[in-house]
């Protein structure tokens, strides 16, 4: 009998049946991690086996309240109304950073991001961050299309431009500190949604190479000339057809400690089907790369069926675990993603957290994922 086999058959085989094991884990891709950042990281691989972070995008930052926005207020979050607790992933984002502007492309001012971001650190939770930026070739917005990323690779007319978005961006990442001053490890979720095609890093608008060369040339700046080491680095598809797809355009492991992919909701039955082939092929990907799979965004805008959260989403997160799952803004009262009182799926949303397998933030601040071994 070959004993290695037997071993990798039995392991393989207790983490299909478990469904929660997370196989070996890969170290930070980043050698030079600041400690806070390589614990943070293997604590996420540890804790999949113990359930999915609940995450919601600007949830310090503004709200929804009968009817109108609520915006600014001290430690409130719509999640934490509802369900007792605050989410254990806070996700941010900053787009406009690059153009030096106070405020973020959906109005939050920086300086309050920079407090909030801490605040979410402080409490022991987790932090993402997203970056819609600018069309640096044309001035326009990351939604604009025109070709771009030729022109701002190294050697590029835009290059300098492109640089200089980066040097903002690294400015942030690098003010973000804890009260012992010790860097705030962050999942940084760069060119996200690029096998999609409707921003300008996207899949018609950039050939792979393209794309994988500005991937890594920005995450080499960041760490080499910006010398930051508190990045865990999420590579984050939008819909793709199957492993060849998602990996077309994949920078390398080295680049990389985070895969994941957005979807969301618009026709329930439709998207169960999607998401049960797309998490799938997400955990055989993440596993076969030893990275740590998430569910980067989903949602469900204005949440119509009230009962989205245990029978829709919760079975998928039970039978798919990936680290995190992180919704979207609570933007306006029509373009909404997670609930808020009297939205018709909070009662549901409430099951839905105090299902043992998903994880707010009240459960995972005792892990203390930043200072203490899982
Ligand atoms: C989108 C929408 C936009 C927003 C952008 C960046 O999905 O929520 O309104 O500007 O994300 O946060």
Same mark, same amino acid.
């Given at each position: 009998?070959?004993?290695?086999? &037997? ?39 540890? &804790? ?50 690059? %153009? ?65 978005? &980066? ?63 508190? %990045? ?50 997400? %955990? ?31 079975? &998928? ?58």
């Amino acid at each position: 009998m070959n004993f290695r086999k &037997l071993t990798l058959g039995l392991a393989l085989a207790a983490t299909t049946l478990a469904g929660r094991a997370h196989a070996q884990a890969a170290p930070s891709s980043d050698p030079a991690a600041t400690p806070e950042t390589k614990l943070l990281l293997a604590n996420l691989h540890r &804790l999949v086996s113990k359930g999915t972070m609940f995450g919601h995008q600007d949830a310090l930052a503004y709200g929804i309240s009968q009817g109108q926005m609520w915006k600014g207020d001290a430690n409130r979050a719509d999640v934490k109304t509802v369900s007792g607790s605050y989410p254990a992933v806070f996700g941010w984002e900053l787009g406009h950073i690059e %153009l030096d502007s106070a405020r973020n492309l959906d109005g939050v001012p920086f300086d309050r991001m920079r407090g909030y971001i801490k605040q979410g650190y402080e409490q022991g939770a987790v932090i993402t961050i997203s970056w819609h930026l600018n069309n640096p070739h044309d001035g326009k917005t990351a939604w604009d299309t025109t070709r771009t990323v030729p022109y701002i690779l190294p050697g590029g007319a835009d290059h300098a431009k492109y640089v200089s978005y &980066l040097d903002r961006v690294a400015t942030f990442l690098g003010s973000l500190k804890g009260s012992k001053g010790e860097a705030i490890p962050v999942i940084f979720r760069p060119f996200h949604e690029h096998t999609g095609s409707w921003f300008w890093w996207g899949k018609k608008e950039c050939t792979p190479e393209e794309f994988k060369t500005l991937w890594q040339f920005s995450v080499n700046y960041l760490r080499k000339d910006k010398k930051l080491h508190n %990045l865990i680095i999420a590579y984050s598809a939008a819909d793709f057809k199957d492993e060849a797809d998602y990996l077309e355009r994949y920078p390398g492991d080295a680049y990389v400690d985070v895969m994941g992919f957005d979807d969301y909701c618009n026709n329930v039955p439709k998207f169960r089907q999607e998401m049960e082939r797309k998490l799938a092929a997400l %955990l055989t990907i993440s596993q076969a790369h030893h990275k740590l799979p998430a569910l980067t965004e989903f949602g469900y805008e204005s949440l119509p069926d009230p009962t989205w959260w245990t029978g829709t989403m919760l079975p &998928l997160l039970e039978k798919y675990p990936v680290s995190y799952a992180l919704t979207w803004r609570n933007g306006d009262p029509k373009h909404y993603f997670a609930p808020f009182p009297g939205q018709p799926s909070a009662a549901n949303f409430k099951q839905f957290t105090q299902n043992g397998k998903i994880l707010l933030e009240k459960q995972i601040a005792p892990l203390h994922l930043y200072t203490k071994t899982l």
